[in-house]
């Protein structure tokens, strides 16, 4: 059965997820690291998308990205995942594929998700156990940047974060308080089903809005209930003549 075309949207941020096959390590050192980071910002120049957060794992990648054109993720993506393996394959003697599958994506609701994603990218190596036990402790994430002020050309701050204070200073004081509550687990849930699944993570109106703009369904169809049932029909906004 053909894929569906993925949800995008100019100017509406995405979380993207790619993975290394079979869950094995794409990273093995610090050049490594650097050198996907470098061709990063080549990309996201060249095909107009702007990254807000990210996160480099051993086995996967994390990014909050926004694309100013309906092609752009993809293309970045393209590019991004062709020269990575050419060079890893290069410096590690190996052939084939490094990538398991397309990448994973979601259309991000900015109003009440930009920021909470921003933490869930960005605390990968915490929830990772064994790892560090603070995002600062983590080289390879926007943490340093979004929260610390470090100079980074791969991240340009969302309005949403601007919003945060009225100075550099202000802002990174306020987005560093964010991370001293934990996410709590339904929402830890609700990005991951939302960016595996590849529906839209956001509230029902939300989705109802993006659903009407792309005239396609957005999110899963409820489960249980009498189908037939008068509550389960007009819950689900069926009507039948």
């Given at each position: 059965?053909?894929?569906?075309?993925?949800?995008?949207?100019?100017?509406?941020?995405?979380?993207?997820?790619?993975?290394g096959?079979?869950?094995?390590?794409?990273?093995?050192?610090e050049?490594?690291?650097?050198?996907y980071?470098?061709?990063?910002?080549?990309a996201?120049?060249?095909?107009q998308?702007?990254?807000?957060?990210?996160?480099?794992?051993?086995?996967h990648?994390?990014?909050?990205?926004?694309?100013?054109t309906?092609d752009?993720?993809?293309?970045?993506?393209?590019a991004?995942?062709?020269?990575?393996v050419?060079?890893?394959?290069f410096?590690?003697?190996?052939?084939?594929?490094?990538?398991?599958?397309?990448?994973?994506?979601?259309?991000i609701d900015?109003e009440t998700?930009?920021?909470?994603?921003c933490?869930?990218?960005?605390?990968?190596?915490?929830?990772?156990q064994?790892?560090?036990?603070?995002?600062?402790?983590?080289?390879?994430?926007?943490?340093?940047?979004?929260?610390?002020?470090?100079d980074?050309?791969?991240?340009?701050?969302?309005?949403?974060?601007s919003?945060?204070?009225n100075?550099?200073?202000d802002?990174?004081k306020?987005?560093?308080?964010?991370?001293?509550?934990?996410i709590?687990?339904?929402t830890?849930?609700?990005?991951r089903?939302a960016?595996?699944?590849?529906?839209?993570?956001g509230n029902?109106q939300?989705k109802?809005?993006?659903?009407?703009h792309l005239?396609?369904r957005?999110?899963?169809l409820?489960?249980?209930?009498d189908?037939?049932?008068?509550?389960y029909?007009?819950r689900?906004?069926i009507n039948?003549?």
């Open positions: 059965m053909a894929r569906l075309p993925r949800f995008v949207i100019p100017g509406q941020p995405q979380h993207v997820i790619v993975r096959i079979n869950r094995e390590p794409i990273f093995c050192r050049e490594d690291y650097r050198f980071l470098e061709k990063l910002s080549y996201c120049n060249k095909y998308c702007d990254v807000h957060a990210y996160v480099l794992m051993t086995n990648v994390h990014l909050l990205i926004t694309p100013q309906e752009g993720i993809g293309k970045v993506m393209q991004l995942g062709r020269y990575y050419q060079y890893f394959n410096h590690y003697q190996r052939t084939g594929t490094l990538w398991e599958g397309r990448y994973k994506s979601t259309l900015s998700y930009l920021l909470t994603c933490r869930y990218i960005e605390l990968n190596p915490v929830r990772t064994g790892m560090v036990d603070h995002p600062s402790k983590y080289p390879w994430s926007s943490y340093h940047s979004n929260a610390l002020g470090h980074d050309i791969n991240v340009k701050p969302h309005d949403h974060y919003q945060l204070g100075t550099d200073e802002r990174q306020a987005y560093r308080a964010l991370f001293k509550s934990p709590v687990n339904m830890l849930n609700e990005i089903q960016t595996n699944k590849a529906w839209l993570l029902s939300f109802q809005k993006i659903e009407k005239n396609r957005v999110a899963p409820p489960r249980g209930g189908r037939k049932s008068k509550a029909k007009e689900n906004g039948r003549y």
